[in-house]
């Protein structure tokens, strides 16, 4: 079967674009329509079952106007109101009649959307799907009650001790960037929004073109039957994407702390977040930041050992690589039992950091840990709504599937030297933002 499937792409002149002997367990066919859509497929046993995500590469990172913050996420709940074709209530009741489970996300560097169905369905699925993304239609009513919906989601966010101090953060951590606001946006502007009906079409005509998204499908589907539907259901998408300006930040040469009120009780909270390189996959010593994350601050290292299990004066410790688009942050997060012990917590860190910094880590620690991220990824790819939802934010960053291979790869030949490198070049002082969050009673 896979013989017969490779000669049928080699007869349509598609091109397999991971390299054989990558670390994917599929045979993935890419290909770019006329327009610049690019498709991505992944034929996989399913039982029946396809997942079919659309990457719109634009976040809050793109949202570079002054007083126009939060559109990308607020398109991401315009796309559900309907076109003349299919109006809101009719897309619902077709969803809902065919069982799938679908929904949206936006994060900094991308818009994703995707639904899980019976393969049966997926010519409507991919009905549906066009042309949305071709004739969205939304009245100036539509568009402020979903604006009041969008501050309201705001509000109930800003309940949660975890946003207010991601938010302020951000804010603190990047004076110039478009990182330096959430996906929702400041609240200024989200409270602006219903008066904003005009420049959100034009919002909608510069970002959701086909050569700024990819349409991703996994499960159990024929290649050829489908790329035929997708350039018969897009082709006539009309091209025509703005690439946005984005304001590169000035190099951070001072540590930032910042402290932030939470109205309400909350075990207090530290991030730490440092200024990390863009998202580079075949870079060594980046590449040996995530294995630095999960070494230094996994639940397998010896900090979240003395500070959670044996010390017990935090309830959590976690740390993450940064994978961004632009220039981003390797951050370290905590939530401390008791306040008066925030400084023994970030003593503890810094003295773990400069271990790291100063001596290598085991071969045999390392290897340990690439063998976990490798595997942890291997063993996620079990459904096509894991397969496709797994690739969707490297896409969103990168563009290109082969990337995840260049990551596994690179990850490959990390060494601890390379660590010891990341350590020394990420987590300096005086690249640091501090933030704590205490709670007012």
Same mark, same amino acid.
């Given at each position: 079967?896979?013989?017969?499937?490779?000669?049928?792409?080699?007869?349509?002149?598609?091109?397999?674009?991971?390299?054989?002997?990558?670390?994917?367990?599929?045979?993935?066919?890419?290909?770019?329509?006329?327009?610049?859509?690019?498709?991505?497929?992944?034929p996989?046993?399913? +039982?029946?079952?396809?997942?079919?995500?659309t990457?719109? $590469?634009?976040?809050?990172?793109?949202?570079?106007?002054?007083?126009?913050?939060?559109?990308?996420?607020?398109?991401?709940h315009?796309?559900f109101?309907?076109?003349?074709?299919?109006?809101?209530?009719?897309?619902?009741?077709? /969803?809902?009649?065919?069982?799938?489970?679908?929904?949206?996300?936006?994060?900094?560097?991308?818009?994703? &959307?995707?639904?899980?169905?019976?393969?049966?369905d997926?010519?409507?699925?991919?009905?549906l799907?066009?042309?949305?993304?071709?004739?969205?239609?939304?009245? !100036?009513?539509?568009?402020?009650? !979903?604006?009041?919906?969008?501050?309201?989601e705001?509000?109930?966010? $800003?309940?949660?001790?975890?946003?207010?101090?991601?938010?302020?953060?951000?804010?603190?951590?990047?004076?110039?960037?478009?990182?330096?606001?959430?996906?929702?946006?400041?609240?200024? +502007?989200?409270?602006?929004?219903? !008066?904003?009906?005009?420049?959100?079409?034009?919002?909608?005509?510069?970002?959701?073109r086909?050569?700024?998204?990819?349409?991703? /499908?996994?499960?159990d589907?024929?290649?050829?039957?489908?790329? +035929?539907?997708?350039?018969?259901? &897009?082709?006539?998408?009309?091209?025509?994407y703005?690439?946005?300006?984005?304001?590169?930040?000035?190099?951070?040469?001072?540590?930032?702390?910042?402290?932030?009120?939470y109205?309400?009780?909350?075990?207090? *909270?530290?991030?730490?977040?440092?200024?990390?390189?863009?998202?580079?996959?075949?870079?060594?010593?980046?590449?040996?930041?995530?294995?630095?994350?999960?070494?230094?601050?996994?639940?397998?290292?010896?900090?979240?050992?003395?500070?959670?299990?044996?010390?017990?004066?935090?309830?959590s410790?976690?740390?993450?690589?940064?994978?961004?688009?632009?220039?981003?942050?390797?951050?370290?997060?905590? $939530?401390?039992? +008791?306040?008066?012990?925030?400084?023994?917590?970030?003593?503890?860190?810094? %003295?773990?950091?400069?271990?790291?910094?100063?001596?290598?880590?085991?071969a !045999?620690?390392?290897?340990?840990?690439?063998? @976990?991220?490798?595997?942890?990824?291997? *063993?996620?790819?079990?459904?096509?709504?894991?397969?496709?939802?797994g690739?969707?934010?490297?896409?969103?960053?990168?563009?290109?599937? %082969?990337?995840?291979?260049?990551?596994?790869?690179?990850?490959?030949?990390?060494?601890p030297?390379?660590?010891?490198?990341?350590a020394?070049?990420?987590?300096?002082?005086? @690249? $640091?933002?501090?933030?704590?969050?205490?709670?007012?009673?």
């Amino acid at each position: 079967m896979k013989r017969l499937l490779f000669c049928a792409l080699a007869a349509l002149a598609l091109t397999p674009t991971v390299a054989a002997g990558g670390i994917l367990p599929f045979d993935p066919t890419i290909e770019t329509l006329d327009n610049g859509l690019q498709v991505i497929l992944i034929p996989m046993p399913a +039982d029946g079952l396809v997942s079919y995500w659309t990457v719109v $590469r634009t976040g809050a990172r793109d949202e570079v106007e002054e007083g126009r913050t939060g559109f990308a996420h607020f398109f991401e709940h315009m796309m559900f109101r309907g076109t003349e074709k299919y109006p809101a209530e009719v897309f619902n009741e077709k /969803i809902t009649l065919i069982g799938a489970n679908s929904n949206a996300y936006t994060s900094t560097d991308l818009t994703a &959307y995707y639904a899980t169905f019976a393969a049966k369905d997926l010519e409507l699925v991919i009905d549906l799907e066009s042309d949305r993304f071709q004739n969205l239609l939304f009245s !100036e009513e539509v568009f402020k009650t !979903e604006a009041g919906a969008v501050y309201g989601e705001y509000r109930k966010n $800003r309940a949660s001790p975890f946003f207010t101090i991601y938010e302020a953060l951000r804010g603190a951590a990047f004076s110039e960037h478009t990182y330096g606001h959430t996906p929702m946006g400041y609240v200024e +502007d989200i409270k602006k929004m219903p !008066e904003a009906f005009d420049y959100s079409k034009t919002f909608f005509q510069r970002f959701y073109r086909p050569e700024n998204c990819i349409v991703m /499908i996994a499960g159990d589907f024929d290649v050829v039957k489908t790329l +035929d539907l997708i350039k018969r259901y &897009y082709g006539p998408w009309q091209s025509g994407y703005q690439a946005p300006a984005v304001p590169p930040e000035p190099e951070q040469t001072e540590e930032i702390r910042i402290d932030v009120p939470y109205p309400g009780s909350t075990l207090p *909270m530290m991030w730490m977040a440092y200024k990390a390189p863009a998202y580079d996959p075949a870079d060594p010593v980046q590449v040996a930041s995530f294995v630095l994350a999960e070494l230094g601050f996994g639940q397998t290292s010896d900090l979240y050992r003395q500070l959670v299990l044996e010390e017990q004066l935090v309830v959590s410790l976690s740390a993450s690589a940064s994978s961004s688009r632009d220039p981003g942050l390797f951050d370290i997060i905590t $939530r401390v039992k +008791d306040p008066a012990k925030l400084g023994d917590v970030e003593a503890a860190i810094d %003295g773990a950091i400069a271990q790291f910094q100063s001596t290598p880590p085991s071969a !045999e620690d390392v290897a340990k840990v690439r063998s @976990r991220l490798k595997y942890s990824f291997l *063993m996620g790819l079990d459904t096509p709504g894991n397969v496709a939802g797994g690739f969707a934010s490297l896409l969103g960053v990168t563009g290109d599937l %082969g990337s995840i291979d260049t990551f596994y790869a690179t990850l490959a030949e990390v060494t601890p030297e390379h660590v010891q490198q990341a350590a020394e070049q990420y987590l300096q002082e005086s @690249r $640091r933002t501090v933030a704590t969050l205490q709670g007012d009673r």
